[in-house]
T-cell receptor, first 111, second 114 residues
C-alpha cells in the first residue's frame, strides 16, 4: 500500500462550483500535511500547509485534516478557470527529511 | 520565484549512455532533493542532500547517483540510462528540511531515453 493515496481523476467542473479533493494516508505518525498545485509544464508550488488535525482557510481554499480517519481534503470555493491544474497532497516522512506525495488529481474548470 | 535552475530543460538520449542533470540554486538552502514524476506514480523521491557531500537515498534510487560538492549545485547521474528512466525530473530545495517549511521546486527536466 502506498503511503499516500489520491484519486488521479480527472475532475471536470463548471466555473463557480465547489471542488473537493481528497487523499488518504497510511501512517498515523504523519503530522504535517500539504497541498501543492502544479500547472502544466511547471514545478509544483505550495498551496496549503497544515499541522495535525483541523481546518485551515486561505481565501477560496480550505485544507482539512482528519487524523482519526487518516483523511486529507482540499476544498476550493467559487472555482475559476485559473484553478485548472494538478493538485498533489503530501506529507512529511517520519525522518522529517522529505515529502511523500500522492499521485495528484487533475482538475479542469470550464468557463 | 525561488532561485532554482535545472539544466538541461529537455534531453533525448540513447539506452546505455550516461546522463547528468544539474540543479543550481542561488538561495543558499541546505536541503536539496531530486524527484521524478511519472503518470500513475506521481512524484517519487530519488535522492536528497542535507549538506555538502551529505546525501541519502530515496524511494527510487536504483540506477541513480548524486553528488553535491558545493552548496549551490546538486547533480543527478544516470550511469547507464534505461527506457524506464524516461521521466520528468524535478529538483527541490528547502532551508530547514521538509518538516519545517515548504519545498521550492524547479521547472523540471524532461528526459527521454530511446
Amino acid at each position: 500500500q502506498k503511503e499516500v493515496e489520491q484519486d488521479p481523476g480527472p475532475l471536470s467542473v463548471p466555473e463557480g462550483a465547489i471542488v473537493s479533493l481528497n487523499c488518504t494516508y497510511s501512517n498515523s505518525a504523519f503530522q504535517y500535511f500539504m497541498w501543492y498545485r502544479q500547472y502544466s509544464r511547471k514545478g509544483p508550488e505550495l498551496l496549503m500547509y497544515t499541522y495535525s488535525s483541523g481546518n485551515k482557510e486561505d481565501g477560496r481554499f480550505t485544507a482539512q485534516v482528519d487524523k482519526s480517519s487518516k483523511y486529507i481534503s482540499l476544498f476550493i470555493r467559487d472555482s475559476q478557470p485559473s484553478d485548472s491544474a494538478t493538485y498533489l497532497c503530501a506529507t512529511v516522512d517520519q525522518a522529517g527529511t522529505a515529502l511523500i506525495f500522492g499521485k495528484g488529481t487533475t482538475l479542469s474548470v470550464s468557463s | 520565484d525561488a532561485g532554482i535552475t535545472q539544466s538541461p530543460r529537455h534531453k533525448v538520449t540513447e539506452t546505455g549512455t550516461p546522463v547528468t542533470l544539474r540543479c543550481h540554486q542561488t538561495e543558499n538552502h541546505r536541503y536539496m532533493y531530486w524527484y521524478r514524476q511519472d503518470p500513475g506514480h506521481g512524484l517519487r523521491l530519488i535522492h536528497y542532500s542535507y549538506g555538502v557531500k551529505d546525501t541519502d537515498k530515496g524511494e527510487v534510487s536504483d540506477g541513480y547517483s548524486v553528488s553535491r560538492s558545493k552548496t549551490e549545485d546538486f547533480l543527478l547521474t544516470l550511469e547507464s540510462a534505461t527506457s524506464s528512466q524516461t521521466s520528468v525530473y524535478f529538483c527541490a530545495i528547502s532551508e530547514k528540511g521538509a518538516d519545517h517549511e515548504k519545498l521550492f521546486f524547479g521547472s523540471g527536466t524532461q528526459l527521454s531515453v530511446l
